[in-house]
């Protein structure tokens, strides 16, 4: 499906030197948030208590939210589960206190604003837990960039495979500066997400590099420049379509999934604006500096083939 043609290509290497300096220095300031910021973890990474609790009619997670505020119990996550009545609240560990005191005294300040209020499961996430979560995610991540590279280095060559690796973890570090910066809570959704961006930033990546070789072996006397500015140009339809549409999805998560789906899709958000971006203008660039030609690309005939094809 194609909604419009461009018939003039858009001369994207032009401006590559301009893209990969903007691309440089939200990269070096994502790295510097994480530097001096951090992530701020959630209780699944640092240990806390997950308290459930059951309402009579459905729940107002606001007022819970506010009445454990008045409690001093800050940076507290609260979301429904299950059906409206169910209420599954994310509390930190307390210096001070046991986990039954804390549940306790939740419970209490939960009673006075409705007597109905009935506790289900109190439990304790120990931070050894949340510390191994925390080592599985990296290792993870880095077992996800590992096959990357590998696949996309045995689909084509090794240039596509350092440019595909460089975009896509520049998709990544700039999504955990945006949570770092701001303070954004990061959970165990957020990382699912974060993997799902380079799953999706990888697909644009090989769809980009399908059609660069695909002009490559068509058009043997255009330079590289202009063969990847005519690649991308008729991209840019199915470019558009496809990532409005997963848009579209992402952006009602994040609008209307409230606070479970919340920062998993808002992570999903920023990683597809930057995956076409980094595919586009990041991937391609590099590729191009790295060398990239036709004779990569090209099909190795075989020594011989010619005589054995002579009937």
């Known amino acids: 499906m194609e909604f419009f043609h461009i018939r003039k290509d858009i001369p994207f290497m032009k401006y590559a030197r301009s893209t990969t300096v903007v691309s440089a220095i939200l990269f070096i300031a994502a790295v ?29 997670l606001q007022q819970i939210r506010s009445v454990l505020e008045e409690g001093d119990y800050r940076d507290v996550t609260v979301q429904n589960y299950g059906t409206a009545q169910d209420v599954l609240i994310r509390l930190r560990l307390q210096q001070d206190k046991s986990s039954a ?17 009935e506790l289900l499961r109190v439990e304790f996430v120990g931070p050894q837990v949340g510390q191994e979560l925390y080592d599985s995610g990296g290792l993870a991540l880095l077992l996800v960039c590992a096959g990357i590279m590998l696949y996309l280095a045995m689909r084509f060559e090794w240039r596509f495979a350092v440019a595909g690796i ?19 809570e990061f959970t165990l959704a957020v990382l699912a997400g974060v993997l799902a961006v380079l799953g999706y930033s990888v697909n644009e990546s090989v769809v980009i590099f399908d059609r660069i070789r695909e002009i490559f072996r068509k058009k043997r006397k255009m330079p590289v420049p202009e063969t990847i500015d005519h690649a991308l140009t008729v991209t840019m339809s199915r470019t558009v379509i496809t990532h409005t549409m997963t848009e579209l999805v992402v952006l009602s998560m994040l609008f209307f999934g409230g606070e479970v789906l919340f920062y998993f899709a808002l992570a999903l958000t920023i990683g597809i604006v930057f995956g076409i971006y980094s595919s586009m203008l990041v991937a391609s660039p590099i590729a191009m500096w790295l060398g990239v030609s036709r004779e990569n690309l090209l099909p190795v005939k075989k020594e011989g083939a010619e005589a054995d094809a002579t009937p």
């Open 101 to 117: 005191q804390v549940s306790q005294e939740v419970l209490e300040l939960l009673k006075r604003q409705d007597s109905s209020v």
């Open 32 to 60: 510097a948030a994480l530097a001096t910021r951090g992530l701020n973890l959630s209780i699944e990474f640092t240990g806390g208590i997950v308290v459930e609790v059951r309402y009579a009619q459905a729940a107002n």
């Open 166 to 184: 460089i975009a896509n973890l520049h998709d990544v570090v700039i999504i955990l500066g945006f949570f770092s910066f701001f303070q954004w």
